[in-house]
Nanobody, 130 residues
Framework: QVQLVESGGGSVQAGDSLRLSCPATGRQFSTRIMGWFRQTPGKEREFVATIDCRGSVVYYSDSVKGRFTISRDNAKKTVYLQMTSLEPEDTAVYYC???????????????????????WGQGTQVTVSS
């Protein structure tokens, strides 16, 4: 079992920055792929960013690439999402996720897919106003 609790969300102006944190409890954090997803009302949860177990391989959605940075600290069992140049379109509930299995790295399409993630946090609201 892995428990995830996101924090760091809030209400900001366009152009501002936020840093989301997601500490994990439970087993095998350092061997799991981690990801961030987001969801707005009436829409499916969408991929934002993912990172392999070592923090060496990262992928981003096109909409956040160049503005968001995913990172992890395995000693602290925490994954982060640094968000800069925030836009109103980034407004959503952001979810941290841990892969169900303990493969360190998968093909990019798999790491982008909700299907591999078996553990989810409760979400943190990010609101960006213009």
């Amino acid at each position: 079992q892995v428990q995830l609790v996101e924090s760091g969300g809030g209400s900001v102006q366009a152009g501002d920055s936020l840093r989301l944190s997601c500490p994990a409890t439970g087993r095998q954090f350092s061997t799991r792929i981690m990801g961030w997803f987001r969801q707005t009302p009436g829409k499916e949860r969408e991929f934002v960013a993912t990172i392999d177990c070592r923090g060496s391989v990262v992928y981003y959605s096109d909409s956040v690439k160049g503005r968001f940075t995913i990172s992890r600290d395995n000693a602290k069992k925490t994954v982060y999402l640094q968000m800069t140049s925030l836009e109103p379109e980034d407004t959503a509930v952001y979810y941290c996720a841990a892969a169900a299995g303990d493969q360190c790295l998968l093909a990019q399409p798999a790491m982008r897919s909700r299907a591999i993630y078996g553990y989810w946090g409760q979400g943190t609201q990010v609101t960006v106003s213009s």
